[in-house]
């Protein structure tokens, strides 16, 4: 099974090395462009935003979209303390770094969305606007696994962090609970076949799956930091929350980071869409993106 053959043929693929991990990603649109960086969340890959490549890419804008360390064709570092936070947010600097980009939209689902918030924290001057998807405000998620009512919908992160054991149970089935992830409560068709079969193509890959848990078993070690006050640093960047009501890991109050986490905040909840709302209503997606970025001033001249 291949990629779409339209969407393969309007992407160029690279890599760049940072820190000595080896990170792909996928380049699409203008050179010119306003530049988005997209983060993808667990269990995808830069797969994950098929359906937005194309109309931002066609709108003029030119979108980067790695696969995270650990995932997909990037490189899988053996050390837990490769995946925090921090080491994460490194790598998406590398990556604008490398392709000469001074500043972008950051836009970021579950983990990549926490890697969004977090970069936008420390590094300011490298994120224009901020875009994210079902994905909390670290700080905010930190806190919240204190809820018993959040802890009971975060209970497979607990599991994950079991050595060798939830690989196997991952994988069991032909991956079975991994499709189960990425359709439960969604939009039925929102994941076609193929795009199922090029996923199980990328976690049938030696060490794949360890590569994907890693941020989870990196986190235990940093909630103290991500709960402190210098973790509440609010960001600069103007931010936009696309929230899918419908999501069953996260409650939907953890949509808004609060007034101490970002000083210009825009929440837009999509009631008939889960976790992977981008998925499952790609068209209500992409136009909030679009409208954001122009209401910014992104707007493509090719001068």
Do not use: C
């Not at 109309?55 to 980067?64: H, I, K, Q, S």
């Not at 490398?98 to 970021?108: C, E, F, K, Q």
């Not at 360890?210 to 986190?219: S, V």
């Amino acid at each position: 099974m291949t990629i779409d053959p339209v969407l393969s043929g309007q992407l160029t693929h690279r890599a760049v090395t940072v820190d000595g991990v080896r990170l792909h990603y996928v380049e699409a649109g203008p050179a010119a462009g306003h530049v988005v960086v997209m983060l993808h969340g667990f269990p995808e890959s830069w797969y994950s935003w098929r359906k937005q490549i194309p109309p931002l890419a066609a709108a003029g804008y030119r979108v980067l979209a790695p696969d995270m360390r650990g995932v997909g064709d990037s490189d899988r570092p053996r050390a837990t303390s490769a995946y925090t936070l921090d080491r994460l947010a490194d790598d998406v600097a590398g990556v604008m770094r490398a392709a000469g980009v001074a500043h972008a939209t950051i836009v970021g689902h579950d983990w990549g969305a926490a890697v969004s918030w977090r970069l936008a924290q420390r590094d300011r001057a490298l994120v224009r606007r901020l875009v994210a998807l079902n994905g909390p405000h670290p700080g905010r998620f930190a806190h919240a696994l204190r809820d018993p009512r959040q802890l009971a919908r975060s209970a497979y992160m607990l599991a994950f962090l079991a050595p060798g054991l939830p690989e196997r149970l991952l994988a069991a089935g032909d991956f079975a609970l991994l499709r189960r992830a990425l359709t439960y409560g969604g939009v039925p068709g929102a994941f076609s076949d193929a795009d199922i079969e090029q996923y199980r193509r990328g976690w049938r890959r030696p060490g794949a799956l360890t590569g994907a848990l890693a941020p989870y078993r990196a986190l235990p070690s940093q909630l103290r930091a991500i709960r402190s006050a210098r973790a509440a640093v609010p960001i600069a960047a103007p931010a936009l929350v696309i929230w899918g009501e419908r999501d069953s890991y996260l409650r939907p109050s953890l949509a808004d980071p609060g007034p101490a986490a970002a000083g210009s905040v825009q929440i837009e909840r999509v009631v008939d869409a889960a976790h992977f709302v981008h998925a499952d209503a790609p068209a209500r997606v992409n136009a909030l993106l679009l409208a954001f970025m122009r209401a910014g001033g992104d707007v493509y001249d090719p001068g």
